[in-house]
C-alpha cells in the first residue's frame, strides 16, 4: 500500500492511512474507541457518535475483532490515548473480516495451551510476546552472520537430501530418491568440512537438521535449525574462542538492539549478556563435579555420557555457560579427533548452558589413513563415505568446528520452558502440520 502510514509513524497534524487488525473496542456511550494494530505497535481511533456519520461509526465499532481494517483521518494530540495520539477518521473499511468467535486470544488476556497456539500460529503471532522471540531470533541470527563476517566466514548451503548419515545410524529420516535409499540431513558436518578443504577455507552456514529422534522433550525437536562453523588452520582452543565470541555477538546485539522486545517478555532486569572466558572444564573433572554433588544415584565412571540431571547438577555449580572438553573418543563420532599421545582422548568439545547442551565442535581428523581407521573402529563401511574420505587424500589442512542450536540458543537466552516456543512451526513425534 503506497499511502499506508505505520501506526508508530503517525505524527499529530497528519492526514494518514493506517492498516492492521481491529486489536479491541471499546463503547463507552456518546464515544467509542477502536485500537489498531500493526507491526510498529498501536493507534487508537475515536468516534464521537453524534458528530460523525452512522455508518462510518458502524463499520468502526461493529467489526469484529481481529477483523483487518483501513483507517484514514486526521492524527491528532490526545494526553488520553494510549500512545499520546489519536486518528479521526474520515473513513474505516473492513479489508477482511474475522470470525467473531476466535480459537485463541490474540491480545493475550486469555491464556491457551500451547497445543491451541501452535494449531494457530497466525493468531499466536499476532501476540506481543511470541512477536517478540520471533524479533529477537530474527536478530540473533543478523548479529551471528555479522560475526562470521567480521572473522572471515564465507556462508555456505549444503544439500538437505543425502546418502549417509554423520551423527550416529539411527536417526535418520529416509527417503525415497528416485528409487535409491536416501535420507534428510542429519548435520552439514561432512559437507563443510569438505569446504574447509577448498579454496573457501572457512565457513559457515544456517540450515535445517533433521533427526528421526524419538525424544518428546521440551528441548528436543525432530527439524531444528544449526549455525554450524568450521575453518582451516585452526584447532579446538580457537574454534571454542570462535564459539563464544558468536554467542556474545548474539547476546550483545539483542541486549542493544531488543529493548523493547525485552521488555514486551519482561526480561530486562534477568537479561545480562555472559562475561568473556567461559571456564573450559575436561570431561574428567566434568564427571568429578558431578559425583561430588551427590545429586545422581550412581557415580559416573569415565566413559559415560552425561546424564540430564547430571548436566543440570553441573551447570547449577557453575552458573554460567561452560565448556565441556577432552570427551572419551568413544563416545564421539568418527570425525573427531583424538590425542596421539592418549588416543582414549578426543579433541571434541560441548558448550554447555547450565540447562542444556547448546553446541557440540571438535578439531577433525584430516589425516586420511586416521580417519579411514576410525570409520572401522566405530563399525561404519568407509566404502560408502567415499564422497567424503576421498578428498582427504588431496589436500585436507587441519581444520575444527562446531555447530549451535538455534532454538536452544534462543530457548536459554530468553528462559523459554519449552524449545516449541523458539520455532515458528514445529516439528514433534506428534506435529506434522501446519
Ligand atoms: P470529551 O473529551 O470527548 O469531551 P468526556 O469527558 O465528555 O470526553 P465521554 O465523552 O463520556 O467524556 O468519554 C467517556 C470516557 O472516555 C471518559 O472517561 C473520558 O475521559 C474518556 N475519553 C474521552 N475522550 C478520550 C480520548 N480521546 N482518549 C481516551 N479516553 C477518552
Ligand atoms: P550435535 O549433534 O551435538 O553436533 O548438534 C549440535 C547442536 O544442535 C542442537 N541440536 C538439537 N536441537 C534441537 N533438537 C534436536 N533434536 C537437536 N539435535 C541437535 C543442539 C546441539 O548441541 N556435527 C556436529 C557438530 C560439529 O561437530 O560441528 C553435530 O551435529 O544445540
Redesign the pocket.
Known sequence: MEDRTYTADAEPGDHATVAGWAHEIRD????A?LIVRDTTGKI?V?F?KEEMDDALVETGTEVTRESVVQVTGAVED?E??PTGV?IVPESVEVVAPAEPELPLDPSGKVEAELSTRLDNRTLDVRREEAQAVFAIRAEVLRAVRDYFRSVGCTEINTPKIVATGTEGGTELFPVTYFGREAFMNQSPQLFKQLMVGSGLERVFEVGPIFRAEEHNTPRHLNEATMIDFESAFIDHHEAMDVCEGTLLAAYEAVAENCRDELETLDMVEAFDVPDEGFPRLTYEEAIERINATGELDEHLAWGDDLPTEGEKALGDEVGGHYFITDWPAEIKPFYIQDYDDRPEHSKGFDLMHPQMELVSGGQREHRYEELVAGFEQQGLDPDQFEYYTKMFKYGMPPHAGWAYGVERLVMTMLGLANIREAVLFPRDRQRLSP
Do not use: P, S, V, Y
Request: glycine residues 16%; hydrophobic residues 35%; proline residues 0%.
Open positions: 463507552l456511550g456518546g464515544i474507541f487508537q475515536k464521537e490526545e488520553r490515548a489519536e
